[in-house]
């Protein structure tokens, strides 16, 4: 069927900030559903809460609002724009919820907007679970037995009638939030509780459990013609009872039969078909392993994290093509662009290995249950691609940028050689599950063992012992032996690296590398090209291996290497894909070749058509070296991708690479705090009081000189790990004790910690003379909150303009001085006078946010200036701004248990949103609600503060009382609000019994809470289980007091979300 | 063991041998399915060919013998990246290279696979020659590869055909079915012997009269090997048997019956060899994901005037099926009985056939 006609204007809904569950991947499909949408001449208009994505750039879609995702504010977009379609597949869970409300309030009745690709009966059939049962009992298709509870009753009684253990999930919820595993009554009862209280429909499914069976999974595309067609099979190395996106999860299935491959495809056939899929969709099916038998457990009729890993695994583009089938398009009507000439109605073949690892957030939350289970808690992921599972392994493995090279070998850790220790860590798997089973195997562990207690299919713990095998054989020689490198050679086969075998042979990476490249041990690039080779392919899409043929065609162009930023993870988000991605339409624009590096499956940046060429490798200095080796580029860009690309300057510098824009040299004064120091001193510039310590008692002179508090942090960080403030020497002592192993190598950085003070972060392109001050963005919570963390507004609302002049001034002459080409992000803090607390040359995680808040392409500019360029004078200095942006971050407490919700100088957030409006109010209200704080209208709002915030929560109460609120306290509080004419009702803390606070909280009668973390020790325990009870109940929390003013501030301007008003990036840019 | 692949271009690969010791040679050619492995080597069509798989990973979950397509491995050669001695799968008997070692088939791992598909695509299909044991010598076997006959020029129907006539007995008044044995995957008779009918197999060099004394409701053409102009007594049979009882073709099939109404066939240049190969019925606008493997095809200008092209190939457009409503011929390219490969025609095929013989 041709493309429909009356599709002319069409809505995409976004999936708002980063959280664990929805990543990167939903901007990568939305991103490339617009480029799909274009190609047709469609009129696009979108909406994104989260401006660190690339799809809410203003020439992504003809109409970008970044405006909070509630069913009140997308339907106040379609009655504004009129589209006639809305295309939900691509945003996620939540964009699928939210089409899924638009159509259940009859909005899109209302609006004559049709719902295009797979529809919304499809969605609900599939994603409510008695009618997806229904469905699969059509089709004949089996479930594992499962039973719908609205109550703690009913859920005993289903548990009785299926048998433990059961899996609780509750209803409508993401990324496996809330879901349990209950082997009896008492675990049973608590799952169920907070099940039923995180459910959008209060309701839990139970189920019957099928752990320990092979997770297998299916990526289907079906057209309107009923065409239909398998992407990619998927299977998880971890088997059911780890969530797929904490599994280890390989393509395509390897340790099925082909009938029993087909078995599976036909049933997915068969269900799509049903559905009635118009697009894409995931299905999930767990296999028996000692004998034939299957369950479908999971459909998603979406884009999903699965679909965007199978089109990076086979280079098939299912954004783009599930676009076309909404629009009409059948699928031998769509091209295949790898190929260039065969159509996308055939399915890809792969002759590779793939390989994917999830990044876990628990180098953030030392204090975070580490057990994996079916709640799924990783933010980010990495893949490989091998011809091998070993190769495939050990690469995804150093692209997790954790600081290990390989699967062991690589000096970073002891190896676990006692027994019983991992036996229980192979029962209880943990982020590091894949070395433990490592350990296990090398200490002697029979593989049925490791099987019994992993139930990891056998056949992937004989490929793990195929490493370490390798590893012994390399052990047993030295770089003298004869044939030592056809030994090499095999390792290098096995994917590892020079790094291990440095390790092995007491050697250094560079002695290594020079000697095996005199041996012709080199890497060659494979091609990734949807069909094993039997076509030509067109797309310039590869990876490494140790084999005979390298496929690499270079050009004689002008070329650089642009290094992505890797998986995502806390500290390193989305910002760093979304400045990737536009330094490589920057140098397009330009005429230069771009090539990227980079390992994250759910970016922009590794679509197949961003970059002229892409090469899907891990972000190490052999690995990237090897590419720049064989390609010869002009230079290469490490600024763009975050820390990790930065991490490599030093070493690709003294290798001899052209780093671009910003030389290393200028990076490592920056970097290096003693070189920077006398920099700042000897331009005057106030700095605060600071010192290194090698040891504990450097450490206790230093703070006692600059005195306390303190702010102590072991040097290399990566978003403010290890970072803590401290008040006394007890403290210091402590801190220094647990958090870090001080040494001459790793000495321990400790600053005047600046309070009460305002934090500024500026983003800058400079040219090395003239310097385009992006943003002044000043952040609502005080100094000492990592400015990852704090909410920040653009312009600023509390400086004069002198500060202002200042800060220019500051960021002005530091550029110059710094040698700045390309960006800068500096951190300001003002108290008496304006100090400078650090500067990054490099892209910052606000680069996004300020480009959206100006309208001026930061990094695009700034990858112009690396090639040369000088700033385009329109540009130098700070550009005005008419209206208010506020940024306002998201944190995964909720699917972290333990995780205490309080926000201090370590980063513990995963994503932002964006508000924007004509004063800072409803643009801090709108950020709120973009991240999922919905500020309430009225109510009661509890309030518990700590000592020193006592007269300044006063005039917060003050106005809470007069917009009508009922104000809660515990005594001391209630105490201090009451002498200052406050009525505010007392009520008991946890500690003092019962009803307390937290039973308040739970019969739903609180709509507000605010409780500043207190360093008293009882007060911060009862806070603790407010601030966790008011994260699991989903009630509004706030724990600073700027964070309470500016609330109230918010409220004061938009009394619920029909106050606000909404308008395009197009129409603000505009006037 | 030391192994070595012999291209009639003149290059050389070496490997590592397992399987068998000793000499193959065949036209090498390559399929890119990532399961089936099992199924393929025992597949007859691919006698007097060396097969290579795409796919690096192979013997992954053994050998179980549960879905042999013949009596044992028909492949003259195997070609792979990696072989995996340790399989894991709860029905497996052997491993591949314990498979290989028992029925004699020489088989070479370690080498790039996809280098010499990326040869094969551009160069067409090549003769080789691979060489697997202690004491090899490179230069006989570059002769080998060089020397031997044309695929066209070999009788290797007569090889993979059964040697006698033979039946499978269906229920009381069931239909009858006669099969002409080119070569055919044990999966079709599956599929014919689920429907209850009885089955008549004949050899390939039988007689029309030998065929028409069972009084067959209709006749099937197996796949099978090679040339189909080699195929000069079948071609015969259905020259006869035409327009007198219903006539199915799978694969060669298809192009043996192409031959005897007049039509022409050609080589491809590396031939179709997949478990994704998609084709467009013309009728239903629908597009089927087929398993296929043929080194030649019909010349779809030819069929103009003695069949109607009925199902193409969406990548390349080469007939995939074809019909004569009037002589009352149906017949696919592709193999509907899969194994290895997607099922999405099988029951669409086998229905086919069941209506027109159930009209009778």
């Known amino acids: 069927m041709p493309k429909r006609e009356n599709i002319k204007k069409v809505l995409v809904i976004g999936s708002g900030p980063i959280i664990i569950g929805q990543a990167a991947e939903f901007d990568y499909s939305g991103s490339q559903a617009c480029r799909s949408l274009r190609e047709e001449g469609v009129e696009i208009v979108l909406v994104n809460s989260n401006p660190a994505t690339f799809q809410t750039d203003v020439g992504v879609a003809d109409k970008v609002y970044i405006e909070p995702l509630t069913l009140e504010i997308v339907a106040e977009i379609i009655r504004k724009e009129r589209p006639d379609s809305l295309l939900p597949t691509q945003g996620g869970q939540t964009g699928l919820n939210l089409a899924v409300q638009l159509h259940k309030t009859g909005v899109l009745k209302e609006t004559g907007c049709r719902v295009i690709g797979t529809s919304v009966e499809s969605i609900m059939r599939a994603e409510e679970r008695e009618l997806f049962f229904d469905l699969m009992k059509d089709v004949g298709e089996p479930v594992p037995k499962s039973i719908k509870a609205s109550s703690l009753e009913e859920a005993k009684k289903g548990a009785e009638e299926i048998g433990f253990p059961v899996i609780i999930r509750p209803g409508y919820c993401l990324g496996g939030t809330g879901t349990g595993i209950a082997y009896n009554m008492v675990e049973l009862e608590q799952i169920t509780m907070r099940g039923l209280d995180l459910s959008m429909n209060s309701e839990v499914n139970l189920d019957q459990c099928v752990i320990g069976w092979k997770e297998i999974e299916f990526e289907m595309v079906r057209d309107s013609a009923d065409n239909c067609i398998t992407i990619c099979s998927m299977e998880n190395v971890d088997p059911m009872g780890i969530h797929t996106g904490d599994s280890i999860v390989v393509a395509p299935v390897l340790t099925l039969t082909d009938r029993e491959y087909h078995i599976l495809r036909n049933a997915a056939i068969r269900i799509v078909r049903a559905l009635k899929v118009e697009g894409g969709c995931n299905i999930q099916f767990a296999v028996r392993p000692d004998k034939f038998d299957y369950f479908v457990i999971e459909v998603n009729p979406r884009l999903s994290r699965s679909s965007a890993l199978a089109s990076k695994a086979t280079g098939y583009p299912i954004a783009r093509v599930a676009t076309k089938i909404a629009l009409g398009l059948n699928l031998d009507e769509i091209l295949n662009r790898v190929t260039g000439k065969t159509p996308a109605s055939f399915e890809p073949t792969i002759d590779y290995i793939v390989c994917k690892i999830p990044r876990w957030p628990f180098d953030k939350f030392k204090e975070a249950n580490k057990i994996i289970g079916t709640q799924m808690k990783a933010t980010g992921e990495v893949m490989a691609i091998g011809r091998m599972f070993e190769e495939a392994l050990q690469k995804a493995i150093r692209s997790l940028d954790t600081g290990r090279y390989g699967l062991g070998a690589d000096g970073e850790s002891e190896p676990i050689t006692d027994a019983e220790d991992l036996r229980t860590k192979l029962r209880k798997p943990t982020d590091m599950r894949i070395f433990h089973v490592r350990d296990a195997i090398a200490m002697g562990m029979g593989i049925d063992e490791i099987y019994d207690l992993t139930k990891i299919d056998r056949w992937f713990l004989y490929k793990i012992r195929n490493i370490i095998s390798m590893e012994r054989e390399l052990r047993n020689l030295s770089l003298d032996s004869p044939d030592v490198f056809m030994t090499i050679k095999e390792a290098k086969k096995l994917g590892f690296s020079d790094l291990q075998l440095a390790h092995i042979f007491r050697s250094d990476e560079i002695t290594i590398r020079e000697l095996r490249k005199k041996k012709g041990i080199k890497a060659v690039y494979k091609m990734v090209d949807t069909c094993a080779a039997e076509f030509e392919a067109r797309t310039p899409y590869y990876y490494s291996s140790y084999e005979e043929e390298d496929e690499i065609v270079s050009s004689d162009k002008k070329k650089v290497i642009i290094l992505g930023g890797g998986p995502i993870r806390i500290g390193q988000g989305i910002e760093f894909d979304y400045c990737t991605v536009h330094a490589v339409f920057a140098l397009k624009e330009e005429g230069v070749e771009t090539i990227v590096i980079n390992n994250n499956p759910e970016t922009v940046s590794t679509d197949f058509d961003i970059s002229d060429k892409l090469y899907f490798e891990p972000l190490t200095f052999e690995d990237v070296m090897n590419v720049i080796e064989r390609e010869d580029p002009y230079g290469v860009m490490v600024q763009f991708g975050g820390q990790t690309p930065i991490n490599l300057a030093e070493q690709l510098s003294m290798a001899g690479v052209k780093i671009l824009g910003t030389p290393y040299e200028s990076i490592d004064l920056a970097e290096d705090r003693g070189k920077f120091r006398l920099l700042l001193e000897r331009l005057g510039i106030p700095q605060a009081e600071s010192g290194t310590a090698m040891s504990l008692e450097e450490a206790r002179k230093i703070a006692s000189r600059i005195n306390y508090p303190v702010l102590v942090r072991p040097s290399y960080v990566l978003g403010g790990r290890a970072m803590e403030v401290v008040y006394d020497q007890k403290e210091l002592d402590i801190y220094m004790a647990e958090a870090v192993r001080v040494s001459p190598k790793h000495p321990v950085l400790i600053d005047k910690f600046l309070q009460p003070a305002i934090e500024l972060d500026v983003d800058a392109v400079s040219d090395g003379e003239n310097v385009l001050i992006g943003g002044i963005m000043e952040h609502i919570e005080h100094a000492g909150i990592h400015s990852g963390d704090s909410a920040c507004v653009v312009p600023p609302q509390s400086l004069s303009d002198e500060t202002i002049q200042i800060v220019k001034e500051y960021t002005t002459r530091l550029a110059r001085e710094i040698c700045v080409k390309g960006l800068m992000n500096i951190q300001y803090a003002v108290k008496d006078k304006v100090y400078v607390l650090e500067v990054n040359p490099r892209a910052s995680r606000t680069i996004p946010f300020i480009s959206k808040a100006v309208g001026i392409p930061l990094a695009k500019l700034a990858a112009k200036v690396m090639l040369g360029q000088s700033l385009p004078k329109t540009y130098v200095g700070l550009p005005p701004i008419g209206h208010v942006a506020v940024k306002e971050v998201v944190f995964p407490f909720i699917k972290l248990p333990g995780v205490d919700p309080v926000l201090g100088p370590e980063m513990k957030s995963t994503g932002e949103a964006m508000g924007i409006d004509v004063d800072f109010g409803r643009a801090f209200y709108k950020a709120q609600l973009g991240a999922n704080m919905r500020l309430p209208a009225k109510g009661d709002v509890f309030l518990s503060v700590k000592e020193e915030d006592k007269d300044l929560i006063i005039p917060v109460a003050k106005k809470l009382q007069q917009m009508g609120f009922d104000i809660f306290a515990t005594n001391g509080t209630a105490e201090a609000l009451r002498q200052e004419g406050v009525r505010a009702k007392e009520i008991l803390k946890v500690s003092e019994g019962r009803p307390n606070v937290v039973d308040y909280m739970k019969s739903r009668k609180i709509s507000l809470v605010i409780n500043t973390p207190s360093r008293k020790k009882e007060a911060k325990r009862d806070g603790y289980v407010i601030r966790r009870n008011a994260v699991e109940l989903n009630i509004p929390y706030i724990t600073t007091i700027a964070g309470a003013q500016a609330s109230v501030e918010a409220m004061e301007k938009i009394g619920g979300t029909k106050d606000i008003t909404i308008k395009s990036l197009q129409e603000y840019y505009g006037g | ?360």
């Open chain 2, 1 to 360: 063991m030391k192994s070595i692949l012999a291209l009639e271009d003149g290059s050389l690969v070496e490997g590592v041998g397992f399987g068998a010791e000793g000499t193959a040679i065949g036209e090498l050619v390559f399929a890119t399915p990532f399961t089936g492995y099992e199924e393929a080597i025992t597949d007859p069509s691919y006698k007097g060919q060396i097969l290579m798989l795409t796919y690096p990973l192979v013997g992954n979950y053994g050998v179980s013998g549960a879905k042999f397509q013949s009596n044992g491995i028909k492949t003259e050669g195997f070609v792979i990246r990696e072989k995996c001695d340790l399989h894991s799968h709860y029905k497996s008997r052997q491993s591949l290279d314990a498979f290989l070692r028992d029925e004699g088939a020489p088989g070479i791992s370690e080498v790039d696979t996809r280098m010499l598909t990326r040869k094969i695509r551009e160069y067409g299909t090549m003769k080789a020659c691979l060489c697997n044991g202690e004491d090899i010598d490179r230069g006989r076997a570059l002769e080998l590869a060089k020397a031997q006959p044309d695929i066209s020029e070999l009788d290797l129907i007569g090889q993979v055909t059964c040697k006698h006539a033979y039946k499978i007995m269906g229920g009381e008044k069931s239909k009858r079915i006669a099969v002409l044995d080119l070569g055919i995957k044990r999966n079709i008779l599956n599929n014919l012997e689920k429907r209850n009918w009885s089955i008549f197999v004949f050899p390939s060099n039988s007689t029309e009269s030998e065929i028409r004394a069972v009084e067959p409701d209709a006749l099937l053409l197996s796949n099978g090997p090679g040339d189909p102009k080699q195929g000069s007594n079948a071609i015969k049979i259905v020259k006869e048997l035409v327009g007198e009882i219903p006539i199915f073709g799978i694969c060669l099939g298809l192009q043996i019956i192409a031959l005897a109404l007049g039509c022409d066939t050609y080589k491809l240049k590396f031939g179709h060899r997949g478990a994704n190969q998609p084709v467009k019925d013309l009728k239903s606008g629908r597009v089927y994901i087929t398993s296929q493997n043929h080194g030649f095809a019909v010349d779809k200008d030819s069929l103009e005037g003695d069949a109607e092209l009925t199902q193409i190939n969406v990548n390349d457009h080469t007939v995939e099926g074809f019909e004569n409503p009037y002589l009352d011929v149906k017949c696919v390219q592709y193999h509907p009985e899969a194994s290895p490969g997607p099922w999405d025609t099988e029951k669409w095929f086998f229905d086919e056939l069941a209506t027109k013989i159930n009209k009778r």
